[in-house]
């Protein structure tokens, strides 16, 4: 059965420091997701992404966020300058269409920043 | 805005009996899309069942069916015949037809009794 994939599975960062999260998404999903939570929380939506363009973004998705599909598969989350509270899971997501389909979840990059 | 509230951090079940997770949303946009999903302490997120504003129908997968009411905008899920592994955050989630981004609530742990 098809999964979404991400990498690392754990990530431990310097305060400053750029982290880069990598997401494989499933292959003939046309939408994609960035989600964090951070510990004990709930989920919060960061950023959707469509046709090679962000679609929606939220409040948390400043200019230290980015997000890039570099190719066919892989999706990334970048962020910059890490803070000590961009520690939590980033989940990253897709889905096959919009609105009617559910989304399909990784198994989550834990990022902590230190 | 959209909103949604889950008003019970946790709740206790016993194995083979039924539970019911509430879920109330807030919008004003006639089409929309609402979905549960399982996290447990694994921590992977994992789709449960999902029920579109105008489906005329309650949605139902298995063990899981979805108490739609839609004049009250509530969402609850019904898990019949608890089971030990159903032990898990439960998080309920709303994507409005506008926007590409999904919502969650604050989740509600259950836990499941021998």
């Known amino acids: 059965e098809p999964e979404v994939t991400q990498t690392p599975s754990h990530q431990v960062t310097q305060m400053g420091q750029e982290v880069i999260l990598r997401c494989v998404p499933i292959s003939n999903h046309l939408y994609f997701y960035w989600y964090r939570q951070i510990l004990g929380q709930k989920v919060e939506f960061l950023v959707s992404?469509?046709?090679?363009?962000?679609?929606?973004k939220s409040e948390i998705f400043d200019d230290q966020f980015s997000v890039e599909r570099p190719d066919g598969s892989n999706f990334t989350l970048k962020i910059r300058s890490t803070k000590l509270e961009d520690s939590a899971m980033y989940f990253c997501?897709?889905?096959?269409?919009?609105?009617?389909?559910?989304?399909?979840f990784g198994p989550g990059t834990r990022l902590t920043v230190l | 805005a959209q909103k949604i509230t889950q008003t019970q951090p946790g709740m206790f079940v016993q194995e083979k009996e039924a539970v019911t997770l509430d879920c109330t949303y807030d919008?004003?946009?006639?089409?929309?899309?609402l979905f549960w999903y399982k996290q447990p302490s694994s921590g992977e997120m994992i789709f449960l069942i999902y029920q579109g504003s105008y489906d005329q129908q309650n949605a139902t997968e298995g063990r899981y069916s979805l108490n739609f009411q839609k004049a009250r905008k509530s969402a609850n899920l019904v898990i019949s015949a608890s089971q030990l592994g159903d032990s898990a955050m439960y998080f309920c989630?709303?994507?409005?037809?506008?926007?590409?981004?999904?919502?969650f609530g604050a989740g509600t742990r259950l836990t499941v009794k021998p």
């Open positions: 989630a709303m994507r409005e037809d506008n926007n590409n981004d999904m919502r």
């Open positions: 997501a897709s889905s096959a269409s919009g609105l009617y389909n559910e989304q399909f």
């Open positions: 992404f469509y046709n090679n363009e962000i679609s929606e």
């Open positions: 919008t004003s946009d006639p089409s929309y899309g």
